[in-house]
């Protein structure tokens, strides 16, 4: 079992920055660890992942350039530093622990999520 627990979450103008934060607990060796977002009525859409061992990462192409993710297994801790906000990036934002790939199913423990929320 892995409980995952995000902060960092909140309010920033367009063109700032937040870093989220996933502490997790539990069984987490081997396991890549990802962050979704899910606006208002849509389902959670993918927006990095990075393995273990941090050799593979991947962004969505909609935050490429903007957001990297990053982690420390000393910590038990995966990052999402975002830069460059913006209005469209508003949502609320998972961590996740699983295999890895692009896809929410791909994934088989999640956090709470935080609201992230950027004003224009």
């Known amino acids: 079992q892995v409980q995952l627990v995000e902060s960092g979450g909140g309010l920033v103008q367009a063109g700032g920055s937040l870093r989220l934060s996933c502490a997790a607990s539990?069984?987490?060796?081997?396991?890549?660890m990802g962050w979704f977002r899910q606006f208002p009525g849509k389902e959670r859409e993918f927006v990095a992942a990075i393995t273990w061992s941090g050799d593979r990462k991947y962004d969505a192409d909609s935050v490429k350039g903007r957001f990297t993710i990053s982690r420390d297994n000393a910590k038990n801790t995966v990052y999402l530093q975002m830069n460059s906000l913006k209005p469209e990036d508003t949502a609320v934002y998972y961590c996740?622990?699983?295999?890895?790939?692009?896809?929410?199913?791909?994934?088989?423990?999640w956090g709470q999520g935080t609201q992230v929320t950027v004003s224009s």
């Open positions: 539990g069984h987490t060796f081997g396991y890549t």
């Open positions: 996740a622990s699983g295999k890895y790939g692009l896809t929410s199913g791909r994934y088989d423990y």
